[in-house]
């Protein structure tokens, strides 16, 4: 396993906070300002095979750390130039932070059912969003950058196996997914799979 301290002291710092708090508003806050920090100090992860894109997919979806207790659980993103996720929600609390290229997030409000956008976020790197339903659960992410954007994900679920909400364009319908990990496709193990010590 490739030495990460800085990455192990930020998973440490995650866990503190699921034991400190009970509201899930207040955990996706205080997610938010530790995703900020360890974006602020420039972190990049050191072992680039999580970095790829997923074979024949134009993105990856890397599961760095999960706890099933908690449920606490850590993803890097990568998208690539172009890439534009479909509106989803993710079943409860989320922090995520750019930390290469550039995203942009759109918001959505439910208006009798039909998904309606009602901000549009740049975000380059060092940009953090926090979604924290009720009321603000369902966004798109795209990659608005001319190279791939990396951004690192924290929820209070386990993001890639959770049956969520997927908004279906053409049908005009919000429909049930689960959206995996790019470890089970390429072989990858979980990045950190202990709570550091
Ligand atoms: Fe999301």
């Known amino acids: 396993m490739i030495a990460d301290p800085q990455f192990d002291r930020f998973v440490a710092r995650l866990h503190g906070i699921m034991g400190e708090m009970q509201d899930d508003g207040a955990k996706a806050e205080a997610v938010g300002e530790a995703l900020r920090a360890l974006a602020a100090s420039g972190w990049r992860i050191p072992d680039a095979r999580y970095r ?6 134009p993105y990856g ?15 890097l993103d990568v998208f690539g130039v172009g890439q534009v996720a479909a509106i989803h929600d993710h079943g409860g609390w989320g922090a995520f932070a750019c930390l290469e ?10 208006r009798d059912g039909v998904p309606v956008e009602v901000a549009v976020t740049e975000m380059p790197p060092g940009a953090v969003a926090v979604v924290a339903p009720p009321g603000d659960g369902f966004h798109q992410v795209e ?6 954007s990396i951004s690192l994900h924290v929820y209070g679920v386990d993001i890639g196996r959770a049956v969520r909400k997927r908004w279906n364009r053409k049908a005009r319908a919000f429909e049930p997914f689960s959206s995996g990990y790019s470890n089970d496709v390429v ?4 990045y950190r799979p202990a709570i550091p010590a």
């Open 52 to 57: 790829q894109m997923q074979p024949d997919a």
């Open 61 to 75: 979806s890397y599961l760095l750390h999960l706890d099933p207790g908690s449920g606490l659980c850590v993803v």
């Open 101 to 110: 290229g550039k995203e942009i997030e759109r918001r959505y409000a439910l």
């Open 143 to 148: 990659c608005a950058s001319p190279e791939p």
């Open 187 to 190: 072989g990858l193990p979980v």
